[in-house]
């Protein structure tokens, strides 16, 4: 990687949608963060390196842990990333509890035929008492969150950068994470309204979950600081060098997939009818096609664009593609599935660094790389340097 202006980058960090796979991310960034830490010390946070934070779905909501301010803590985050995969394991059984016994698919199959699989109290409770009053104009960093509005039938991407010439974006951390996370057939969706200060509604929301329109928002939170960068050329600290992707770096955390299982095929899926497609073995393929290919668009388009600006050592795609079982699940929560996610997390970070092969589409190793672990180290050292660089030009007033 050839040497580079450090205080010129805009810093990118990104997390999929997938339910309880959130987990895996989660291992990833703790690992992220203990880099940062030896090199800064133990009170740096991922959110100090980051001008975006970007999420989707369990995505979304680890985006809230690590941006939510702590009140008493002098605006610090109020969680730290080796907390995110205790919180999951503590909180995913009640989450999603499951049903046991021998007609537990039949239980579950009339459930998704008669409304949602899960009635998410307990997940609101939950993201309520975490993220209290906190609105999106308070985090401790810039965040996006993808949702879908379905009354509007289009995104909602709720952006820091965007509350100036939408106010009515600034809405509770609490709403937006509910929102992002009522993913069709496991979770109904969220109502709430947006009022002013005389108490008149101004913006009514009707959300799903986010990974109906950007599974992997890394494309969405990119778009977003661009759009600022033009808007405002003179104004935030991302402003200096003009709007380029090469003055991104970007990591982008996916929650894992079964793509190497060829779980189906169209001898099969030929057969199937709208149930079928709805329910099958626990899983809902038709929402699981969907969510793959945004996933997978979304990195080869960045994947080409940082090739061809020769800039893709500014780009690093944490993904497993290796998930079999129950593991592929987005809601199983049993003790032993959890278990089993944290260890693909550590797995994960031990095998070879891949990107994909832009003539093939398939994933392959990189012969001048090593591990995921040791890619992460050196981003380590680039975000520490980055934010080393802008600090000193904004205490030069430069």
Known sequence: MEEVKPVNFITVLSIDGGGVRGIIPGVILAYLESQLQEIDGADARLADYFDVIAGTSTGGLITAMLTTPNPDSNNRPLFAARQIVPFYLKNLPLIFPQKSGIFAPLVNMAKV?????????????????MTGNTLLSQTVTNIVIPSFDVEKFQPTIFSSYQIDAEPALDVKLSDICIGTSAAPTFLPAHYFEKKDEQGRVIQEYNLI????????????????????????PQGRSVNDAGVGLDRFLVISIGTGSNKSEKKYNAKMVAKWGALTWLFNSGATPVIDCFNEASIDMVDYHNSVLFTALQSQDNYL??????????????????????????????????????????????YETVPDKGTIQEELKRFANLLTEIRKQKKSKNQNGK
Not at 319 to 346: F, I, R
């Open 317 to 362: 795609r944490i993904q497993d593609d290796t998930l079999e079982g129950e593991l592929a699940s987005v809601d199983l929560s049993t003790t032993d599935n959890l278990n089993n996610l944290v260890k693909v997390g550590e797995n994960l970070l031990k095998k070879k660094f891949t990107r994909v092969n832009l003539d093939s589409g398939i």
């Open 209 to 232: 979950d986010g990974s109906v329109c950007a599974n992997n928002p890394t494309m969405v939170a990119i778009r977003e600081v661009t759009k600022d960068m033009i808007r405002q």
């Open 113 to 129: 035929l008669m409304g949602p699989k899960y009635n998410g109290e307990y997940l609101h409770k939950t993201i309520r008492g």
